[in-house]
């Protein structure tokens, strides 16, 4: 009889490699920004973290323990840029600021400050 792999063992298998968990990342990142799903992005975070090295390994290069990690990334808040960001970055990640492709806000506001000064 054949086994059949679960989802998660298809995740760890598929996001053991460094560019194809990144790429899960910002997808969950999108999906955030499309929705608000906190939970579906943290739990994003989660299984990265898991495919690449587990809590223990995040919590060396973060210098935060390993429960405090767990709890940051079981909340159901959102995270403060203060808390993302070295969790990122101890990931090898960052946040970008991009324009989204149908918005002129930023050019507005431009605009009508210039028309104030």
Aim: with cysteine; proline share 3%; hydrophobic share 35%.
């Amino acid at each position: 009889m054949r086994k059949f792999e679960t989802l998660h063992e298809f995740l760890m298998k598929g996001l053991a490699k460094r560019e194809e968990a990144i790429d899960y990342l910002k997808l969950t990142f999108e999906e955030y920004q499309d929705d608000g799903d906190t939970l579906f992005f943290l739990k994003g975070i989660k299984t990265f973290v898991e495919a690449q090295g587990g809590i223990t390994e995040l919590a060396k290069r973060t210098h935060m323990s390993p429960d405090a990690l767990q709890k940051i990334l079981s909340s159901d808040k959102a995270l403060h840029l203060d808390t993302l960001c070295p969790i990122l970055n101890a990931l090898g990640c960052r946040l970008s600021i991009e324009p989204t492709a149908s918005d002129n806000t930023g050019s507005k506001i431009i605009s009508e400050q210039q028309n104030i000064d």
